[in-house]
Each structure stands twice: as structure tokens, then as C-alpha cells.
């Protein structure tokens, strides 16, 4: 599978831009999955329902299934937080891969920036980091500088550096 990971700091545009991108390669014909990473506690089960009862009890993980769609709860249970590695082993095969966060791990990134913004860049730290991709001019780096408002150019971008065959 192939991976592409956007980063940046909060309030950056990271979820706006990925959910352009999904779009722009689905609709291309690629399948593809994301992955988020989130640096709190957070909970897509809703207390009191089935499933939530079934994991506050002690279940490590709770399946659930519908006619259009299924999901996998897993609790950790005090065990280590797995890396994107072990994750990705979890996804069905899809032609991208599109991850928000884990910048720390050795993949293709794309850095998004706003203007205002007054957290450093993470580009001169991270060779990993392939484009930055911003609303406002950024001359002073080697890097490519992308569009933010302009997806379309993001994407190419990415098919090119990816040879997605798009």
C-alpha cells in the first residue's frame, strides 16, 4: 500500500485537506483508507449502548456489525500503544493510505501550515517531509510550497511522488 501522511500542528487544515484528497482519489478510481492518530483519550462508542456495556465489562474487543458497516473496538488494557506499523497490518489493502499525525514515523509527509500560525515548521527537522502545503507564501525553504486552497494540485502532487498511475 502506498502512504502519504499529512501533518502539521492544530487548527492547520490537516482534516479539511485530507477529506479533499479522499474525495479527489476515490473518485479517481483508488481505494483508500486513513488513519488518524489522536493524542488524547477519545471514544467512538456511546455510553449505555450494547457495545459499550460489552467493553466497560472487561471484552479486550467488540465487534460491531451492521448491514452497512462494521467496526472493531480494541481496548489496550495497559498495553503499549501500537506504532503505525502494526496498524497499517490491520487495514484491508487499498492502493493509499492517508495518515493524519504519527510525525515522528519514517514516511512520505506533507507539512500544513496557516497563515498566523506561530508554532515552528517541522520541515527543517523531518527530511521525511517531501512539500509544505500552505495559504500563504513561504520563499525562504527548499521544499515545494502547495496550495492549500487548491487540492487538486496537492493531489497531483502526491500521484506524481507516489506514481499512483492517476
Known amino acids: 500500500m502506498k502512504l502519504v501522511g499529512i501533518i502539521g500542528w492544530k487548527n492547520s487544515g490537516k482534516t479539511t485537506l485530507i477529506e479533499s484528497l479522499v474525495t479527489h482519489f476515490s473518485q479517481s478510481g483508488l481505494s483508500?483508507?486513513?488513519?488518524?492518530?489522536?493524542?488524547?483519550?477519545?471514544?467512538?462508542?456511546?455510553?449505555?449502548?450494547?457495545?459499550?456495556?460489552?467493553?466497560?465489562?472487561?471484552?479486550?474487543?467488540?465487534l460491531i456489525a451492521s448491514a452497512t458497516r462494521w467496526a472493531l473496538l480494541h481496548e489496550l488494557r495497559e498495553a503499549d500503544e501500537p506504532?503505525?506499523?502494526?496498524?497499517?497490518?490491520?487495514?484491508?489493502?487499498v492502493d493509499l493510505v492517508i495518515v493524519e499525525g504519527f510525525k515522528r514515523h519514517a514516511h512520505m509527509k506533507l507539512e500544513v501550515r496557516r497563515a498566523g500560525q506561530?508554532?515552528?515548521?517541522?520541515?527543517?527537522?523531518?527530511?521525511?517531509?517531501?512539500?509544505?502545503?500552505?495559504?500563504?507564501s513561504?520563499?525562504?525553504?527548499?521544499?515545494?510550497?502547495?496550495?492549500?486552497?487548491?487540492?487538486?494540485?496537492?493531489?497531483?502532487?502526491i500521484a506524481d511522488r507516489l506514481d499512483l498511475g492517476l
Open 32 to 62: 483508500v483508507s486513513t488513519i488518524k492518530h489522536a493524542h488524547h483519550v477519545f471514544d467512538i462508542d456511546q455510553p449505555g449502548k450494547d457495545s459499550f456495556r460489552h467493553r466497560e465489562a472487561g471484552a479486550r474487543e467488540v
Open 83 to 93: 506504532d503505525l506499523d502494526t496498524l497499517l497490518t490491520k487495514l484491508t489493502p
Open 118 to 136: 506561530t508554532a515552528p515548521l517541522l520541515a527543517p527537522d523531518d527530511a521525511d517531509i517531501a512539500a509544505i502545503i500552505a495559504d500563504y
Open 138 to 157: 513561504l520563499i525562504e525553504l527548499a521544499l515545494p510550497v502547495l496550495p492549500l486552497n487548491e487540492p487538486a494540485k496537492v493531489a497531483r502532487f
